[in-house]
């Protein structure tokens, strides 16, 4: 099934994308800075974006999400500009992906599958790997999506099919079977790492949290005081950083800190990656103060903020004593930086401006 295929860069050509989306034109929720980081998302998946339409509707054709006409367009215009995908902005329901599979003949990747496709490729320890690996299974089973050739791989073939079973049966019964696998090794790795925790040493918990691509991993350097090379793994895209690590930070004369860095937020994180991080991200629970890290330098930063608000309150977390922290305050003049609020500390990762008064007030916090 075409779905599967990955979006790796490593696959020969980057795949030429075309996006669709449906503006709902809610004042409350503009397109626009929502449409723009779904194109960034694009990208940092390892594709180039074609094409666009963008369909105003009042609300979503339950039969087609664009409605048939312009799916129809979408089609067409796909064609002429040798898009071999197609990017969904919009949640589909499975009905509507079905309908528009069957007029346009290209794999039709969504909003979530495409955040999963970035997890996968940057996920690198075992419990990363797993969690993401299940949230994509969990995704196909909620979504009726067949499980193709990813799991054609897994065995299966002669013997495995029973007798009067359709195709998608038997891949209903094999995603099945990797889950309740998946979900088994987590639980092994989870309990190692538990393990090893036991013995960690009773430094105050601080853990760095905030919207993706804010400047988490390079703040953790910065205050670890990590040179070049050796650091959290710092990148311009969303989702560099998949695997909480944790560092050794001082903060005043005989105060160190446990300092953790974690997966970055996203605006409507796709359900499954919540529950698959779940573990990963209650871990936040045991913290003693959280670093909400913004981007200063990005105008959208209110927005961000409040969806890491939205989520951090579902993780019931949004009654930790928190600090506010303006990041890339080296790219804003005087005038920006006035506008910022005024409880938050701003700070800049890149030169290190405001790093010391930014220990002094998680010191004083943690007193
Ligand atoms: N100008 C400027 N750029 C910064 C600063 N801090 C980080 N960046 C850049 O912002 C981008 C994202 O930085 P990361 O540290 O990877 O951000 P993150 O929040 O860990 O991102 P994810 O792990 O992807 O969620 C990189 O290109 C950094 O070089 C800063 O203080 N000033
Ligand atoms: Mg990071």
Redesign the pocket.
């Known amino acids: 099934m075409n779905e599967n295929r990955r979006l790796h860069p490593s696959v020969a050509a980057p795949q030429r994308a075309f996006v669709v989306a449906v503006d709902l034109q809610d004042p409350q929720r503009p397109l626009a800075p929502e449409l723009a980081e779904f194109v960034a998302l694009a990208k940092a998946a390892g594709a180039i974006v074609v094409g666009e339409i963008v369909q105003k509707l009042a609300r979503v054709d339950p039969a087609t999400l664009i409605g048939s006409g312009k799916a129809l367009e979408v089609a067409e215009r796909a064609q002429e500009l040798r898009a071999d995908v197609l990017f969904v902005f919009n949640d589909l329901r499975p009905r509507q992906r079905n309908n528009l599979e069957k007029v346009i003949p290209l794999p039709i990747v969504d909003r979530t599958m495409l955040i999963l496709d970035i997890f996968a490729q940057?996920a690198r320890s075992r419990e990363g790997q797993l969690q993401v690996e299940l949230a994509q299974l969990r995704y196909r089973q909620s979504n009726l999506i067949g499980a193709g050739e990813a799991l054609s791989r897994l065995g299966g073939g002669v013997g495995t099919r029973g007798p009067g079973e359709t195709k998608l049966e038997v891949d209903r019964r094999k995603i099945q079977q990797r889950v309740s696998l998946l979900q088994a090794q987590l639980e092994t790795v989870r309990k190692q790492r538990e393990t090893r925790r036991a013995g960690r040493n009773r430094d105050p918990f601080v853990a760095?949290v905030?919207?993706?691509?804010?400047?988490?991993?390079?703040?953790?350097?910065?205050l670890a005081g990590s040179g070049q090379g050796e650091g959290?793994?710092?990148?311009?895209?969303?989702?560099?950083?998949?695997d909480p690590t944790l560092r050794r930070a001082y903060v005043a004369p005989g105060v160190n800190v446990r300092l953790a860095?974690t997966?970055?937020?996203i605006t409507a994180l796709p359900q499954e990656l919540m529950n698959a991080f779940r573990a990963t991200l209650e871990e936040l629970d045991a913290a003693d103060l959280l670093l909400h890290?913004h981007?200063a330098?990005n105008p959208d930063w209110p927005r961000q903020k409040a969806s890491v608000e939205t989520i951090l309150g579902e993780l019931k977390l949004g009654e930790k004593p928190t600090i506010e922290v303006f990041?890339?305050?080296?790219?804003l003049d005087a005038g920006a930086r006035a506008v910022l609020a005024p409880d938050g500390i701003e700070?800049?990762?890149?030169?290190g401006?405001g790093i010391d008064a930014l220990r002094a007030a998680i010191a004083k916090r943690l007193e």
């Open positions: 940057h760095l905030g919207y993706t691509n804010v400047g988490k991993s390079s703040l953790l350097n910065r959290a793994f710092v990148a311009d895209q969303p989702f560099a950083t998949l860095d997966v970055g937020f890290v981007d330098a990041n890339k305050v080296d790219r700070v800049s990762a890149r030169n401006d």
